[in-house]
Structures are given as C-alpha cells and as structure tokens.
C-alpha cells in the first residue's frame, strides 16, 4: 500500500508544533497501523531524519499506552485500540491525518506522546479500595451476586488509554472516572469508601482541568473497549447519595 | 442543569395544556388567561402566584444558562490546541446543537414575552384579548413559521436534554434503562412539540375562528 | 573449580553451598523464616528507604505493601504510568491452593505439579511456600476489589488450567493480569496518595550503584528529559520482569527489557538459568517482516481445537476447507493418543516446529519457510453449535479475526509458538536476595520457583506471591541493620556509575553509523530463535555465539541513533536496551549449550529418547546454573547450586 501521512510533529512540550507530510510505500495490508508507523520510522532513520515518537507497549490492546487521532477518530475508524487497529481498514492510496490526543490535562511531551499522569492523581485522589496486604479476610467470606460482579468487570475493563478525554468534544474525563467508580461501587468490598470516593475523584477530575460532561457519548464510541456510558450515570447517582454540595 | 431543566419541561407542559384550551374557542382560552391571574384570590393578590412563577422561571434560566457558560468555558479551557482533522459526522446533531440551539431558544423567548405578553410586538392591529392576540398572529403563515422554528428547535434541545437530565440524575444505570431513556425523552419532546403547534395550525388552518 | 577455560566459553567457579532456607519440615520453613527475620520499629521504617524498579504484579504490590508498612518507597518505571506494566496482559488465570471445589487440590499438591511442571529443576523450599501464600493472594485481591468471574451463588469460579486435574485457577475472563494489575497498582496508588510511595514514571533503570559490596541505589535516566538522575536507598528491589525480547518477537511488549536485570548482573549479581524460556504453542503466526510483536492467544483453545498439518507439503497452500480428512494429519492426536492435543505446551510447540521444517507448514511463507499449523473448530462447531463456540472463545475468535483478517468460525486458525516467558532471571536465596547484599529481585526478573518450565496460570501468582507475601517479610530482615550510612554524592562508586551511564549514551549518540536500532534487534532476534529457540544444538549454539559477538561489534560500530538526550529519544532507549540483549544473548547460548541435557523448556536435540522426548540427566545437571559475570571481554563463571529433593521423588515424564 502508498499512503499520504499528515502527522504532528513537535519537538518537546514548549515547540509550538506543525503537521508534516510524509509519504510511505510498501505497507502491508497486514500490518498493525503502528508497525506502519515503524516502517515510516526506519525510512526516516534510513534518511537522516528523527523518527516519529508515539507510545506503545503490549501491543495487543490492553496496556492502554498507545493511541492517537487518526483522521479525527481516536483510535482510528475501528472500535479498538491503535495497535490493534490494522492496515487493511484503509485503502490504497489514503490520506491520514495523525494526531496526538488532545486536552490541556495531557499535555504533549512529543510528536504523539502526551502525558496522561493526570489518570493517575484521579485514582490516588479515591479510585482505590483501602486494604491493606494480609488484613484481608476469606475471599469466600463475602459472596458478589454475580450480575454486580459481572457489572463491576464491564466496569474495570477499562484501561485508561485517554481515548474518551481526546474524543470528548468537552475533553471530559467522566468515562474512565465513572468506570471505576462503577467497579468499586458495584462490589461490598467497595461500599465502606463509596461516597468519599467520587467526591474526592470527581473533585480532582476538575481540579485537574478537565471538561464537564453533557452527555454526548462520544468517549463511548471512542472507547476500545466498550464501555458504557452508563457508568457515568452511575458516577452522578454515586455523587448525588454521597450529597454533593451539601456538604 | 438538570433539575432547572425539568422544571422548564413541566412549564412547558401547563403551557401547553394552556395552549390547547383555544381548541375550546376564544372565549375558553381568555378564561384560562384570566384565572392565572387570579389563582389564589382574594388569599393572594391578583398576579400574585403569576410572579411567583414568572420569578420562579427566571432563576431556573439565570441558573440553566449559568451552569451551560461555566461548562462550555470548561471545555474551551480543557483543549485548547484544536484538532487539525474532526471526526466526520460525530455525535447526534441534536445533541451538538445544546448550545447554540439554547442560545437561539433564549432569543426566542424574548421574543415571545416581547410579543405575546408585553405587547412591544404585534403582527397587526393591537387585539384587546389574549385570544384576540393570538388568533391574529397565527392567521399569518409567517406567524406560524417563526413558532415552528422555534418549536423545533425545543425539540432538539429537549430531544437531548431529557436523555442528559436522566443521566446527570444517575437513573441510567443499564443499558436496558438507557433505551427506557432514550424511548421517554423522544416522547415527551414530541408531545410538547406537537401539542404546542396544533393551536397554530389549527387557527391558520381556520379551524378556530 | 578450575580457572581454565571449559570449551572455551566459559569458568567454573565455586558452587553455591547455601540457599539460606530455614531447616526443618518442609510445611513449617516458611513459618519460621517469617518469625526469625528480624523486625524493624514502625518508627525507624520511615528513615528506611527502598527502590522499586518495575511496577508489574511483583513491583506493584511490593511497593504498596513496604509503603503500607511504613518505609519510603521509589518507585520505578519506564512506562508512562505504573498501570501499563506487562503483567496486564496475562490473560488465563492465577493458580492457588484454596481447594473451593472440594477436588482434592492443598498446597502439597500445587507444590508438587509446579515442581513436576518445572522438569524437577526449581528449589524445593521456594515452590513449597510459593504454593503456601497462594491461597492469601486470592483474599488479598478479593479485598481490593478484583473482580474475578463468579458463580450464581456468589461464590468464586475456579477452572482447571494446563492440563492439571484440579481445578484451582481463578481467572476474570480472558483479561486477569489486567485485573490483577489494576489492584495491585491502585494499591500503589493510594500510598503514592499517602506519600509513602514516590512514584517516577518514563525514568529506566541503567546503573545499580554498589558501595562497600551493598546494593545502595541506582542511576535512573528520566525518559523525558534526558536527565541522568542518582537514587540512593537501603535497599534495591528489582521487578523488572522477563527478558523474552530478546528473541525480539515475543509475546512480550515492546519495551520488555533485561537491562535492569543485566547490569546488576555486570555488577556482581549471579544470572540463574538464562537459557529456560518458555515458548508457547498457541500464538498468531508471523505475517511478515513488519511484524514487531506475537500475540498469544489463551491455551485454553486447545481444549476444543484439533491441531492438523496436511500430509503432503504440495496441499500447504490449499485452502484448508478443500483438504479432505485423510489428507490432513492430526500430529499430536497421532504421535500422543493419550493426550492428543493437550500435550504440554513443550511438546505441542517442538512438534508444530517439526512439522513446519518438514515443508507441511501452512500460511504465508516468511524467509521461505512456511510456519503455521492449523488449529480446527470445524468439528467443535458441528458438536457443539457455533453459538456455544462463539460463548467460550467468542474474544480469542474475535481478537484473531482483528489480526488476520480471516474468521476462525469458517476457515481453520493457525497457530505458531513463541516466545512467551523466560524462567531464568537473577538468582535468588531463599529470602529474593541476589548475590548483592541488599539487592533483591522479584516476580519474572528472578530465575523464579519455576524451574525450567512453568505451568499455565502459575505467573501471576508467583509475581504477587513475591510482592505481597514474601519480599516484605525477607527484605526487613535486611533493613533491620539499616538506615545504612549515607552515601556522598561524590562517592567513588556513585561517581563511577553516573559516568558509566553519562559514556554509554554519549556512545550511542555518537557512533552514528548506517543501521537502526531495529534492524540489530530483528537480527538478534533471528539467530536466537533459530539456535537458542524452541531445539538446541551443540553445533548451532557455538554458531549463534559467533554470530552474536560479530553483531556485537557491529553494533557498536555502526548503529545510528539520532537525535539528543535532552528530549523523549525512544531510539535511544532502544538502542540502551538492545545493548544489553546483545550480551544477554550470548550468556543463554553459553547456559544452553553447557546444558547437555533436555529439560522443561529447554531442548536439547543431543538429548532425547528413541521417540523423540526430552530426556533429563539427572545425575548430571540436578542444579541451578548461577552465572557470574567475568568482566568486559572476559568468560563468565559458572556456580552451580545443587538442587536436593527431600520430598518430592525425581521422575522422568511421559505423556505417551
């Protein structure tokens, strides 16, 4: 395959930043949209010029560590992640336009790379369940009726890739909070922290800088591993017994 | 927003009982018309429970408008490096449409207090009944175009902010209760829709004279 | 011991006498290990400090543990959260002895299938409390809310994994490392909120700083800015996982590495068993040159699939579905009709790669050789229906399809091993102590409890079993004789270590030659899974150690790193790692070909039965290869650390 890439090129956090075009031959159709990125890397390397940076690890659409936009879609135009996006979902000859995730909370450290600790500060503020090693009781001791574990698993699926923050038109992070809040919240090991969990997460969601949600369900579409938006409303129903401003 | 935004919607709901009673004939309407002003007499003076509801409405806007700025001036703060390339056709235009789709909807409303309740505005000669006033505007095909507009563009709004009041309020809890959702905020938006411009058509229609 | 060079590779040196496991009954070691390691004051752990590199199952709940304790915990990794770490991507399950389903499994018998599993060549004393803090991890992780699958009553659903009789695996879905992690990490999370743990994200490991003999801290290089950063504590942990990248296409992801492991290695700490890595059967097949990484795809596939080859190499590029039953060949069910297609994953792996070097593989050719098998639902589906296909490996069908573009519902899978987990790591004692004084090593990074082979489901429960239950309580018997002297700045061994790292980058900046990093790494890559892979030969491990020295050099000579230090550089990073593979790979020839034996997963050709089985020396080789590092240039010297069975009998295994 002959592809035309736009991409985003910065050098570090304070360039202001451009697209550059770029044009590859020889793609395999087989290949993951990332080892299309490596083959434009080691023609660029070939040529003297510094490889493209973006992030990724397991590749295998679990570790949650890559992602871009691509033609405005994050994820691209499959509903999974970047690594597991591949080449034959686009045609001979395609323009693509790839850009990094973008919300000021995940400020760009280069090219595509963007910082995401911002995920992390939302589960130090509560996103935890407080137990600490050898306290525990018997795991048989409490028994989940299986439909609440079951709704805490679609919950936890999450992997905190950001792709809901780059596509929330307001960059919102409520799915991937509302997931957790989800997860813990649907399990009796969860309950004793429930309320001043989403207090204190949703606090420092804002805090962080993050939009507001309207409701769009665009995170949902975005997100590669289908989670529902449900899980936000679950958030707002959390907040509201938790007494949220009346405090 | 969502509470502010429920109660607009049960507003909109006696409006259009309101609305609907000229289906009864002139007479029957400026009766109703009549009796808000004097709901509550002679325990509350006249117009009083009127302003109570008029004042009642106009903070559930300032607050409604309130919390649509400070969240649209959130997400402006929280990207402000644009994307180069936006999905093609993300989202239900209803739902993209809250903001400006609002915007216009306020105007709107100004326009009707302007015309309907204050009088700045007639499409005619000045009709001395409430009847009279609205009989006259809405022989006009125009009159009836502006209303339309408007109408549907509380659809939309309504469309989309049902389904969001739900949300906010944490009654979507499964993804069988989002289609409830979804079923419910349809309806309401168009029943208040529909029920709102029957009277106008009808009466351009000449069905109520 | 002897200072001449044996085969001109490598030293023998002093075998290792004591692995400081307590005497005793085997069942009470533990116990009493716990209750003799000293204990330090809840109030002097706070001027204790402790590195963590690596934020897996093991890092993860070793720095939310020490920091629930009470010490100071840094916290390392080089991903950009602790969350990404590789133990997410474990899919099948966590091994322990709870015997809910009432089957006859207790810790004895899990002590033994993981020694059994293991060839016979992991230490007694370790698997046995491996096996007795199993149990624990499953209560620890219910408490932090993992939410493992679950029966209509509540209750925990267990299944049975990799061919064992029990049914002692708990599992969420196909994704429990992820759960796993994601408990682990927010447990590190709330003491990174609690201030106990210090967390440094995108910062790599480069140097182990050594003073007076003592591990006492590490340079790290921050991957953001370049900067090159010195961290002194009391204590190192290294959990820095598994080194299968260096076959550079692995199941593991693409920052996986061995340089945390490998230069404390090059600073006293003996590598135990380099040359076991587990290859497993049931992967994706490579596509092409572009592919950068394997995915596995869950054993479990194995129960129901049936795995075929054509029996004539001239059908190989036939499609599947017009390749009538008497022309396919069914292998396993063929040489194995006891086990058929649930051999372990050794045998299933060595007997795909046969039939592929016979010319009946099938798939797209790379480098001429076709390799791929088929692994068949058609008869699963007629027995079963699709649907009931489609409920129990619907993701695995789903995730292959997303791969191949072709659905497994209609046309046969085909499947490939690959590298997947290396048993070997750091050695050990008995306390997760290196050879360092005060640098411990846990989870996948150490050489591990599992011998030379590990059993399904057994990973993830050794990560935690070392992070939660065991490191906390060896590593205070340590601490108890700290807060150890401060370290100036500009202490020699601190100052050497700084301008170790300072040099190395500079180097690789500057060498500026033709190749990238890649290039060197899909080369290494090619001969260690060609020579050191899946069969070994004497022959072609001496040739791989050639072969890997001259890429060596070349290495040095001619790889083209580009850009600076001072910003996000990934090739750098790369080339960093890539380094250290180079000297990894040569190490694991050495190990593999001084093992003139076939055990667990490492298969010697030399050494096999009349029917083609690994066939173990026991009288030769009962030890655990400790390599110590012989300096720059130098051999490397071997200790061997007897491994004495006191309880469990030596057996050769069968599986016709």
Known sequence: ?247 | MAVTGLLFIGFLLVHMYGNLMILLGPEAFDEYAEHIRTVGEPMIPEKGVLWVLRIGLLASLVLHVWSAVTLWGRAGKARTTRYVMKRPGYGNFYAKAMRWGGLAILLFVIFHLLHLTTHTITFGEPEPTPAGRVLESFSQWWGVLIYVVAMVAVGMHLLHGIWGACMTLGLNTSLKRAEQIRFVSILVSTIIVVGFLIPPFAILLGLVK | MTDMLIEGLYREGEPIADTKAPSGDIAQKWTKRKFDAALVNPANRRKLDVIIVGTGLAGAAAGATLGEAGYNVKSFCYQDSPRRAHSIAAQGGINAAKNYKGDGDSIYRLFYDTVKGGDYRSRETNVYRLAEVSADIIDQCVAQGVPFAREYGGLLDNRSFGGVQVSRTFYARGQTGQQLLIGAYQALERQIAAGTVQMFARHEMLELIVVDGKARGIIARDLVTGEIETHMADAVVLASGGYGNVFFLSTNAMGSNVTADWRAHRKGAYFGNPCYTQIHPTCIPQTGDHQSKLTLMSESLRNDGRIWVPKRAEDCDKDPRQIAEEDRDYYLERIYPGFGNLVPRDIASRQAKNMCDEGRGVGPAVDGVRRGVYLDFADAIARLGEDAVRAKYGNLFDMYERITGENPYQVPMRIYPAVHYTMGGLWVDYDLQSTIPGLFVAGEANFSDHGANRLGASALMQGLADGYFVLPNTIRDYLAKGPFPEVAADDPAVVEAEQQVKGRVEQLLSINGTRSVDSYHKELGKIMWEKCGMERTDAGLREAIEEIRALRADFWRNVRVLGVNETLNQSLEKAGRVADFLELGELMCIDALHRRESCGGHFRAESQTEDGEALRHDDEFAYVAAWEWGGEGGAPILHKEDLVYEFIELKQRSYK
């Open chain 1, 1 to 247: 395959m002959k592809l035309a890439l736009k991409i985003w090129r910065q050098d570090g956090p304070k360039d202001p930043g451009r697209m550059t075009r770029y044009d590859i031959d020889g793609v395999s159709e087989d290949s993951s949209f990332l080892e299309m990125l490596d083959l434009l890397n080691e023609q660029l390397i070939a040529k003297g010029e510094e490889p493209v940076a973006f992030d990724s690890d397991c590749r295998e659409g679990i570790c949650g560590m890559c992602g871009v936009v691509i033609n405005g879609e994050a994820h691209g135009p499959e509903r999974t992640t970047t690594c597991q996006l591949h080449m034959r979902s686009f045609k001979d000859g395609d323009e693509i336009v790839i850009e990094p995730w973008r919300a000021d909370p995940f400020p760009v450290i280069k090219d595509l790379v963007v910082d995401r600790s911002a995920f992390d500060r939302i589960i130090q503020a509560g996103g935890f369940i407080s137990a600490n090693t050898g306290s525990a009781p018997d795991a048989h001791a409490t028994p989940v009726p299986k439909d609440d574990a079951d709704r805490a698993f679609m919950a936890a699926e999450c992997i905190g890739c950001g792709a809901c923050v780059a596509a929330c038109p307001n960059g919102s992070g409520s799915l991937f909070m509302g997931a957790k809040i989800t997860h813990l919240g649907e399990l009796p090991q969860g309950q004793p922290e429930r309320d001043a969990r989403v207090i204190a997460m949703t606090e420092e969601h804002d805090h962080l800088g993050f939009g507001g949600c309207t409701n769009l369900g665009e995170c949902t579409r975005a997100c590669p591993k289908g989670i529902p938006l449900n899980v936000i409303s679950q958030m707002n129903a959390d907040l509201r017994h938790a007494g949220y401003g009346r405090r």
